[in-house]
């Protein structure tokens, strides 16, 4: 769950917004952004001296009127989806809600 959270501060911070309304008062993120976040581990074994680089790259999509979160891994095809309705994490986004 760590990892999720990780993942989409990450994508939030190198995310493409799609609508950019200067005029709106009330804005924790724009109202839709995709990203591909792309990571690299790299390991290295102490005792047998071994190393290893794991890259991964994960497309994400985030619709803030919706309240819906995706993720697809490009190399496994695997997805994860959040649908966050019930949930509002800051005073903003109740304003926000009907």
């Known amino acids: 769950m760590k990892l999720l959270v990780l993942s989409a501060c990450l994508a939030l911070a190198s995310a493409s917004p799609i609508d950019k309304d200067p005029t709106s008062t ?8 995709t ?11 102490l005792t047998g001296g071994r190393s290893n680089i794991a ?3 994960v497309l994400v999509n985030y619709d803030y009127a919706r309240k819906r979160f995706a993720m697809v891994d490009l190399e496994t095809g695997s997805r994860a989806i959040a649908d966050y309705k019930a949930v509002s994490c800051c005073k903003c986004c109740r304003q926000l809600d009907p």
């Open 35 to 45: 990203g591909v976040l792309s990571s690299t581990e790299r390991e290295f074994d």
């Open 26 to 33: 009330c804005r924790c993120v724009p109202n839709q952004w």
């Open 55 to 57: 890259r991964n790259d």
